[in-house]
């Protein structure tokens, strides 16, 4: 079985442009979150869609915003970038619902913002 | 959410047994707990989980009190690969998320 697959591993930007980070689900897995992990932190819940929808979202703003395809890969999209936006970005997919699933998590995008 | 709370740091030596400790006072009755570990440079890796009994699998064993504010994870034979942040997290039975604290940092000696 395969895991979660995200690209790029590393990116660099300039402040003010927009970014898109991309996650591809373990298979058979139809909900997929995104998580901003800052050095020295733990990782922060940005979103979580499952079947196309978001059915949940952090304390992130709107410049913070994602896709999920029908094959169940993902996107998160990124405006207007930041400095504070420099940190490894998780992308992490599951079976549906319910607290007794793990979740499998990909190695992450370390973006950095110059 | 219901909140965790977990040492900062612990040190094992090779070969040995690691318990490590959550409180989890708060628990709610759909809570399951989780535990993950994030080994540098990587992703959170997923260790186990459980809701009310004792769990054991390949990787570890979960041991959760009669109460269930408490949880031990133990590694019944602690390896240099095992050095990680160490998260204990709850997550109730609906289209909840992982909220992650800072984690224990467990260091492994030789």
Not at chain 2, 49 to 75: F, P, Q, Y
Request: charged share 15%; net charge negative; proline share 5%.
């Amino acid at each position: 079985e395969t895991g979660v697959t995200q690209s790029p591993t590393h990116l660099i930007k300039t402040r003010g442009q927009q970014v898109t980070l991309r996650c591809s689900s373990q298979s058979g897995h139809n909900t997929v979150s995104w998580y901003q992990q800052a050095l020295g932190q733990g990782p922060q819940f940005i979103f979580q869609y499952y079947r196309e929808e978001e059915n949940g979202r952090g304390n992130f703003p709107p410049r913070f915003s994602g896709l999920q395809f029908p094959n169940y890969s993902s996107e998160l999209n990124v405006n207007a970038l930041e400095l504070d936006d420099s940190a490894l970005y998780l992308c992490a997919s599951s079976f549906p619902t319910g607290g007794g699933y793990g979740y499998t998590f990909g190695s992450g995008t370390r973006l950095t913002v110059v | 959410d219901a909140k965790t709370t977990q040492p900062n740091s612990m040190e094992s030596n090779e070969e040995e047994p690691v318990h490590l400790p959550c409180n989890h006072s708060t628990i709610s009755g759909t809570d399951y707990i989780h535990w993950y570990r994030q080994l540098p440079s990587q992703g959170p890796e997923y260790v186990i989980h459980g809701l009310t009994s004792n769990v054991n699998n390949r990787m570890a064993s979960l041991a959760i009190a009669e109460d269930r504010k408490s949880s031990t994870l133990i590694l019944h034979r602690a390896t240099l690969r095992d050095a990680a942040v160490y998260y204990c997290i709850l997550r109730d039975g609906g289209y909840s998320t992982l909220t992650f604290g800072k984690g224990t940092m467990l260091l492994v000696s030789p």
